[in-house]
T-cell receptor
């Protein structure tokens, strides 16, 4: 069974600085996807960034980038130039690639990291 | 376009009652998934529907059920409510079962069982 571990329950960073959130996962699968989601107080889960396991190149979305280390099963999120609006819970999630019938398709989640961006 | 809409936003129910939650996916999305979020267990998969059929189911008791309509809207039902069912229930939609670009989530329904 797959598991996702986020070892930092809480983190804080000063506005405009850079912060890295850690995520490790355990799987015997070779084809899968990794995601970082953000959940602000509004409760809506928002997709931040996505990585396909078969791609060696790290994904980047504006101020957000990942460090994907497949052999080490590590998937950290770096937030550059932190903004007050980045304050939220951040969840790392894993999904195994299934056949197109989607059997057993589901997200496996870490317990989250609460990030506070301080002015 | 409109996002994923979940109704109601909040619910308070008594133990033993039943509850129905609703989810309208993004227009054109045909797959709807449900997740339960609690402080202790985190996020756990409940089930996924596609073309009005349940395709996947998580490890929840039979009291948790769902369905999907021809317009892709989905409902989930919890019968004989227990205190432990208090949670945020999140609905997510995707294009289809081969869509791995990441789900789009609604804002959830906060269920409190007293």
């Amino acid at each position: 069974a797959q598991t996702v571990t986020q070892s930092q329950p809480e983190m804080s960073v000063q506005e405009a600085e850079t912060v890295t959130l850690s995520c490790t996962y355990d799987t015997s699968e070779n084809n899968y996807y990794l995601f970082w989601y953000k959940q602000p107080p509004s409760r809506q889960m928002i997709l931040v960034i996505r990585q396909e396991a078969y791609k060696q190149q790290n994904a980047t979305e504006n101020r957000f980038s990942v460090n994907f280390q497949k052999a080490a099963k590590s998937f950290s999120l770096k937030i550059s130039d932190s903004q007050l609006g980045d304050t939220a819970m951040y969840f790392c999630a894993f999904m195994k690639q299934e056949d197109n019938a989607g059997n057993n398709r589901k997200l496996i989640w870490g317990l989250g990291t609460s990030l506070a961006v301080n002015p | 376009k409109a996002g994923v809409t979940q109704t109601p936003r909040y619910l308070i129910k008594t133990r033993g009652q039943q509850v129905t939650l609703s989810c309208s996916p993004i227009s054109g999305h045909r797959s709807v998934s449900w997740y339960q979020q609690t402080p202790g267990q985190g996020l756990q998969f409940l089930f996924e529907y596609f073309s009005e059929t349940q395709r996947n189911k998580g490890n929840f008791p039979g009291r948790f059920s769902g369905r999907q309509f021809s317009n892709s809207r989905s409902e989930m039902n919890v019968s004989t409510l227990e205190l432990g069912d208090s949670a945020l229930y999140l609905c997510a939609s995707s294009l289809d079962l081969a869509d791995y670009y990441g789900y789009t989530f609604g804002s959830g329904t906060r269920l409190t069982v007293v």
